[in-house]
């Protein structure tokens, strides 16, 4: 009897269980199953494009179906997009010519950037140095050589290499460094390892950095000792060059007695990752063709590769907190919406991106390929790591992207969250692709954390009550967004700061966008008031020329800009769909 008894205790208890987490209102069982599930070594941190990315869009569409979400994208729950996710060597090839001839072997004695373009070019080789052009530290690699046309050989690092703060670091780059090379007409350009890596003459590692490559320019690294080679027949030594420029921070440019043909290829490697989307239609025949959309990203880092703060071994990143916890925020309200349907004035978008790690592609790509029309889209909520709520402080962004946001927040607040506001539309999370499309955004944070792109973010560090409240709390405000009678207004925010690059003087307010390949540097948005806002610049415009730099990709565009002060104006040349359009920029301060 007793036995009997307890058979049916526990089987009350899993029935009482499974009902809770099947429940349509927000429940911690809720949100703790989810995010243990999708922080799983068993997705190992759901990378972008990668079969365990897959099974977490799975997952997510899955229960989409199961909370009554119509597919978003017609008839599917899924939205393919393509990416670049990584590089492969193609036929490389590299021959110098001298008194005698060198045969050079790719991955022995030379390897290809990951940003050099695909080219074949024939020219003499010219020794410029450590490749900097400086008019502020008086110092130019360049100055009395002609390399147009020609292949530079040039020293990593700079000649102030011995000075823990020296100006000369930010000219140190590769890409920046390759750049102005292209600029002064060279046709390729080779780098050495200084002396300090001669024990250790490793080549470059080839991986894919995420970014464009430079148009117009082969890129090669070059083991050591085959300059030393080179160089013994002409009765040079390059330790002695080296020493000669570092001691004296002066120039020792030449021409070399040699020419060089060289190959490089460097294949991008395109694959597809996913978007998921479901809706629920609105009932109001005036206001149901209007729509809230409610999203957050579900990619990770994966093993870490890219983008981790973790070093050591690779890992699983596990991303408990970003953003398993978004998404869980996103399935949770999916379906308490969805048991609300019947009283939903407006229709209801939800949303679950990949491709934000590395870029904000996936809502990128939706944004640019919504399943209605676009202007239809009254507001977006994001919510990127709700997950560590902590002595009840929660940020919230883009509260000044409407005039009604910041009394709805302050009259929701039942839970007596410390709220503070950013006003600022656009930010490191998917919103930013929203509000670059003029649509009001909200974006719900509960902070940073010592796990942040750890392997450590894991589930067990989910304050699940916290992220109910904060469930509950957004689910409030959408409420009032989806059934009040007027749609939000839409502010352009200005913002002083949006749109720096590293390193430079001055302010421009542009936003980029990382999704697809452009040739030039493509605008996401421009904040408000900006000089690229006053000279009409908006976003989907690809700037392709900045004075009389050319600009191939965002670090073009980031080395232009550093060669300006406040008060210059600029000529930029931008492509507006298939026309050219000039203007002339009016540079601030930062």
Same mark, same amino acid.
């Given at each position: 009897?007793?036995?009997?008894?307890?058979?049916?205790?526990?089987?009350?208890?899993?029935?009482?269980?499974?009902?809770?987490?099947?429940?349509?209102?927000?429940?911690?069982?809720?949100?703790?199953?989810?995010?243990?599930?999708?922080?799983?070594?068993?997705?190992?941190?759901?990378?972008?494009?990668?079969?365990?990315?897959?099974?977490?869009?799975?997952?997510?569409?899955?229960?989409?179906?199961?909370?009554?979400?119509?597919?978003?994208?017609?008839?599917?729950?899924?939205?393919?997009?393509?990416?670049?996710?990584?590089?492969?060597?193609?036929?490389?090839?590299?021959?110098?010519?001298?008194?005698?001839?060198?045969?050079?072997?790719?991955?022995?004695?030379?390897?290809?950037?990951?940003?050099? #373009?695909?080219? &074949?070019? =024939?020219?003499?080789? /010219?020794?410029?140095?450590?490749?900097? %052009? @400086?008019?502020? +530290?008086?110092?130019?690699?360049?100055?009395?050589?002609?390399?147009?046309?020609?292949?530079?050989?040039?020293?990593?690092?700079?000649?102030?290499?011995?000075?823990?703060?020296?100006?000369?670091?930010?000219?140190?780059?590769?890409?920046?460094?390759?750049?102005?090379?292209?600029?002064?007409?060279?046709?390729?350009?080779?780098?050495?390892?200084?002396?300090?890596?001669?024990?250790?003459?490793?080549?470059?590692?080839?991986?894919?950095?995420?970014?464009?490559?430079?148009?117009?320019?082969?890129?090669?690294?070059?083991?050591?000792?085959?300059?030393?080679?080179?160089?013994?027949?002409?009765?040079? #030594?390059?330790? &002695?060059? =080296?020493?000669?420029? /570092?001691?004296?921070?002066?120039?020792? %440019? @030449?021409?070399? +007695?040699?020419?060089?043909?060289?190959?490089?290829?460097?294949?991008?490697?395109?694959?597809?990752?996913?978007?998921?989307?479901?809706?629920?239609?609105?009932?109001?025949?005036?206001?149901?063709?209007?729509?809230?959309?409610?999203?957050?990203?579900?990619?990770?880092?994966?093993?870490?590769?890219?983008?981790?703060?973790?070093?050591?071994?690779?890992?699983?990143?596990?991303?408990?907190?970003?953003?398993?916890?978004?998404?869980?925020?996103?399935?949770?309200?999916?379906?308490?919406?969805?048991?609300?349907?019947?009283?939903?004035?407006?229709?209801?978008?939800?949303?679950?991106?990949?491709?934000?790690?590395?870029?904000?592609?996936?809502?990128?790509?939706?944004?640019?390929?919504?399943?209605?029309?676009?202007?239809?889209?009254?507001?977006?909520?994001?919510?990127?790591?709700?997950?560590?709520?902590?002595?009840?402080?929660?940020?919230?962004?883009?509260?000044?992207?409407?005039?009604?946001?910041?009394?709805?927040?302050?009259?929701?607040?039942?839970?007596?969250?410390?709220?503070?506001?950013?006003?600022?539309?656009?930010?490191?999370?998917?919103?930013?692709?929203?509000?670059?499309?003029?649509?009001?955004?909200?974006?719900?944070?509960?902070?940073?954390?010592?796990?942040?792109?750890?392997?450590?973010?894991?589930?067990?560090?989910?304050?699940?009550?916290?992220?109910?409240?904060?469930?509950?709390?957004?689910?409030?405000?959408?409420?009032?967004?989806?059934?009040?009678?007027?749609?939000?207004?839409?502010?352009?925010?200005?913002?002083?700061?949006?749109?720096?690059?590293?390193?430079?003087?001055?302010?421009?307010?542009?936003?980029?966008?990382?999704?697809?390949?452009?040739?030039?540097?493509?605008?996401?948005?421009?904040?408000?008031?900006?000089?690229?806002?006053?000279?009409?610049?908006?976003?989907?415009?690809?700037?392709?020329?900045?004075?009389?730099?050319?600009?191939?990709?965002?670090?073009?565009?980031?080395?232009?800009?550093?060669?300006?002060?406040?008060?210059?104006?600029?000529?930029?040349?931008?492509?507006?769909?298939?026309?050219?359009?000039?203007?002339?920029?009016?540079?601030?301060?930062?």
């Amino acid at each position: 009897m007793k036995k009997l008894i307890f058979i049916f205790f526990l089987s009350f208890q899993v029935i009482s269980f499974t009902q809770s987490v099947d429940s349509p209102e927000i429940s911690t069982a809720e949100i703790f199953e989810h995010i243990k599930y999708l922080a799983s070594d068993e997705l190992e941190g759901r990378f972008t494009g990668t079969e365990q990315c897959r099974i977490a869009a799975e997952y997510i569409a899955k229960e989409f179906e199961k909370a009554g979400l119509e597919p978003a994208f017609n008839g599917s729950y899924f939205q393919q997009f393509p990416f670049i996710s990584d590089i492969q060597l193609g036929k490389n090839s590299f021959e110098i010519i001298s008194k005698e001839k060198l045969s050079l072997e790719v991955e022995k004695d030379f390897i290809p950037l990951p940003f050099s #373009d695909n080219l &074949e070019v =024939e020219g003499k080789l /010219v020794f410029a140095g450590f490749g900097i %052009s @400086s008019k502020d +530290n008086n110092y130019d690699d360049y100055e009395g050589i002609d390399v147009k046309g020609k292949i530079l050989v040039v020293f990593r690092n700079h000649p102030d290499m011995n000075s823990p703060h020296s100006p000369f670091d930010q000219l140190a780059g590769l890409r920046f460094k390759a750049t102005v090379a292209r600029d002064k007409g060279a046709a390729a350009i080779i780098f050495i390892n200084t002396s300090d890596k001669k024990d250790d003459d490793k080549l470059y590692k080839l991986e894919y950095d995420g970014a464009a490559k430079i148009k117009g320019i082969a890129v090669v690294h070059m083991q050591r000792d085959v300059l030393q080679k080179l160089l013994t027949q002409m009765k040079m #030594d390059i330790e &002695e060059i =080296e020493k000669q420029i /570092v001691d004296n921070k002066k120039p020792n %440019s @030449s021409e070399l +007695n040699a020419t060089a043909k060289l190959k490089t290829e460097v294949n991008e490697i395109e694959s597809i990752s996913w978007n998921v989307g479901g809706l629920l239609r609105g009932t109001d025949k005036e206001l149901l063709n209007e729509y809230l959309v409610i999203g957050a990203h579900f990619d990770h880092l994966g093993w870490g590769k890219q983008n981790s703060l973790y070093q050591g071994e690779p890992m699983i990143h596990n991303g408990a907190d970003d953003n398993a916890s978004g998404t869980t925020g996103v399935l949770e309200l999916a379906e308490k919406f969805a048991s609300e349907k019947n009283s939903l004035k407006r229709s209801i978008l939800f949303f679950a991106f990949s491709g934000e790690e590395i870029g904000l592609l996936g809502s990128n790509y939706l944004v640019n390929h919504f399943p209605v029309p676009i202007e239809n889209a009254i507001t977006m909520i994001n919510m990127d790591m709700i997950g560590r709520l902590k002595d009840s402080s929660l940020i919230v962004y883009g509260t000044g992207t409407s005039s009604h946001w910041k009394a709805l927040l302050n009259e929701k607040n039942s839970s007596g969250f410390k709220l503070t506001f950013n006003d600022d539309g656009f930010g490191p999370s998917d919103h930013s692709s929203f509000y670059g499309k003029k649509i009001p955004v909200l974006f719900f944070f509960t902070g940073t954390h010592s796990d942040y792109h750890r392997p450590s973010d894991d589930y067990e560090k989910i304050n699940s009550e916290g992220q109910k409240n904060i469930l509950m709390y957004i689910h409030s405000v959408a409420t009032e967004i989806v059934n009040r009678d007027i749609k939000p207004d839409y502010l352009a925010v200005e913002r002083k700061d949006t749109g720096r690059m590293t390193g430079s003087r001055v302010w421009i307010g542009t936003i980029p966008d990382f999704a697809g390949e452009v040739d030039g540097y493509k605008l996401g948005g421009v904040t408000e008031g900006s000089p690229a806002a006053l000279a009409g610049l908006k976003a989907g415009d690809i700037i392709i020329k900045f004075g009389e730099k050319k600009i191939s990709n965002i670090y073009d565009f980031t080395y232009a800009i550093g060669n300006y002060k406040p008060g210059d104006k600029v000529k930029v040349v931008v492509k507006r769909a298939e026309e050219e359009i000039e203007v002339e920029l009016e540079l601030k301060a930062r």
